[in-house]
């Protein structure tokens, strides 16, 4: 039957809360069979150990509800719980045009931004049919599901106003397809990693002040990036390859990068790196950390010494756009669905993109620009805007050590 035509059957909701303990939902429904009811709906939630259990069932027979009640009282009693049994017509009303998934990162989640939240969706013409907590930890991620209203005007009204609630917001369409993304390429500088490579060098090359000067104002956009790639290099002329094996040495990984890219490779994601940076050290964490892609700048390196020079395609905003889309090509996977991660202004095509660009605690212009924003030091809470709970990773983790 259609929604409309059982939109006047009429249904009892049943509803169970108490203490949380093994046996509830079980004993409830052993309790219902009795009276040869069908289950229209189960909803259940437990919060700090408290459970809310909620069944949609058919009437019983004729002359049975009364007894059903009573009985179904009794068994809540003798277990310490508390029942509550609620007559009407039909199931939940049928969801709106327009489905969306809302993720919330908090460090903390205040009350004051989830109301200011929850008020928004209402103003873009949406309503709220689920809330869901992803994670308590590094963060308090919680995912909405929205519907009534279209993805991309909800993202409008929620994203540019992320800043002002004091949390960080991805909104994403509902649906199959937010599962099958399976492509993440990320930015290596101030992303992946803590560092600026090139300052690296440069801080070895004495001329460290210098070359983050003209960085700083390359990721701002405020510099044409490959203008300033070639000014930079320019000063680590001279500088001995052995160098090479410092630099590596000294990078340093963001907090939940190795586990972000193992949950990601747990899941089936392929996994990869674009960079303005170098090749001498994406090749280096390509393989420390099982990378599918990467693709960088290459430093020239002639008799022993760095020429000042870089060789090869170079790497800029365009180029990494261009890689993003060959990355999905041999990946087998739509552009659609991918996801890619960055936080400087070269990064910028690259997250328009992909399915969805997540700038990571990035510049203003970026973070503007991008899909979502996260502005937490924490680079596995990325995962939680792909749906995947605490549990997920930590179940990861546990599979590595087995």
């Known amino acids: 039957m259609s929604a409309s035509q059982t939109s006047d059957v009429p249904t009892l909701l049943v509803k169970i809360f108490g203490k949380d303990r093994p046996g509830i939902t079980a004993g409830l429904f052993d309790t219902?069979?009795?009276?040869?009811?069908?289950?229209?709906?189960?909803?259940?939630?437990?919060?700090?150990?408290?459970?809310?259990?909620?069944?949609?069932?058919?009437?019983?027979p004729a002359g049975l509800e009364g007894d059903l009640r009573a009985t179904v009282h009794s068994w809540a009693e003798s277990m310490k719980m508390q029942a509550e049994i609620i007559s009407g017509l039909g199931d939940n009303r049928p969801r709106g045009l327009g489905r969306s998934l809302v993720t919330v990162l908090g460090h903390p989640l205040t009350a004051e931004s989830t109301a200011a939240i929850a008020a928004r969706i209402t103003k873009a013409g949406g309503n709220i049919d689920r809330i869901f907590r992803l994670a308590k930890y590094?963060?308090?991620a919680v995912e909405f599901a929205v519907s009534g209203v279209e993805t991309e005007p909800l993202r409008t009204a929620l994203v540019t106003h992320a800043a002002t609630f004091g949390v960080d917001i991805a909104v994403v369409a509902a649906g199959l397809h937010r599962r099958a993304q399976r492509l993440v390429v990320m930015d290596v500088d101030s992303t992946l990693i803590q560092d600026e490579v090139i300052e690296l060098f440069a801080a070895h090359a004495g001329c460290e002040a210098e070359v983050a000067e003209v960085t700083a104002a390359a990721m701002r956009g405020e510099l044409d990036f490959e203008q300033s790639l070639h000014a930079r290099v320019a000063l680590l002329e001279g500088l001995d390859a052995s160098v090479v094996d410092k630099v590596r040495s000294e990078v340093r990984l963001t907090p939940g990068a190795r586990t972000l890219i193992r949950t990601l490779k747990r899941l089936g994601y392929q996994v990869g790196v674009v960079s303005g940076g170098f090749t001498q050290v994406t090749d280096d964490l390509k393989d420390r950390l099982g990378?599918?892609?990467?693709?960088?700048?290459?430093?020239?390196?002639?008799?022993?010494?760095?020429?000042?020079?870089?060789?090869g395609e170079i790497v800029d905003r365009a180029g990494k756009?261009?890689?993003?889309?060959?990355?999905?090509?041999?990946?087998?996977?739509?552009?659609?669905?991918?996801?890619?991660?960055?936080?400087?202004?070269?990064?910028?095509?690259?997250?328009?993109a992909a399915g969805l660009g997540v700038a990571f605690n990035a510049k203003p212009v970026v973070r503007q620009a991008a899909h979502t924003a996260v502005n937490v030091p924490f680079l596995d809470t990325v995962l939680y805007l792909l749906g995947v709970?605490?549990?997920?990773?930590?179940?990861?983790?546990?599979?590595?050590?087995d």
């Open 32 to 60: 219902l069979a009795a009276y040869s009811v069908d289950v229209v709906d189960i909803e259940q939630v437990v919060t700090r150990g408290r459970m809310v259990l909620c069944a949609l069932v058919t009437p019983p």
């Open 138 to 140: 590094p963060v308090t």
């Open 291 to 311: 990378l599918d892609f990467a693709q960088a700048n290459t430093l020239e390196i002639v008799d022993g010494k760095l020429t000042g020079r870089v060789t």
């Open 321 to 352: 756009a261009r890689l993003l889309r060959r990355f999905a090509a041999e990946a087998g996977v739509p552009l659609a669905q991918t996801v890619a991660i960055g936080d400087g202004a070269n990064d910028l095509d690259m997250l328009n």
């Open 389 to 401: 709970t605490r549990e997920e990773v930590e179940a990861a983790d546990t599979h590595d050590e």
